[in-house]
């Protein structure tokens, strides 16, 4: 089975209804050797860096 990611332009990306759930599997999913999991994780990055910049500084 082949999974296809689509690339969803910064402008169509939603917020995140779970930000915290979100931040905790953040790391795991940008580990992650399934290239599913790991774009899921990155468009994550760029929900929050658009929508919750400070979440991320806890991180950063």
Do not use: F, Q
């Not at 599913?36 to 979440?55: D, F, M, Q, T």
Request: aromatic letters at 4%; proline letters at 2%; one cysteine or more.
């Amino acid at each position: 089975m082949v999974a296809e990611v689509e690339y969803i332009e910064s402008e169509k990306l939603d917020d995140l209804t779970h930000i915290d759930t979100s931040l905790k599997m953040l790391i795991p999913g940008l580990e992650s050797k399934d290239w599913v999991l790991l774009c899921e994780a990155l468009n994550n990055v760029r929900r929050l860096s658009i929508y919750h910049k400070e979440a991320l500084e806890d991180i950063l």
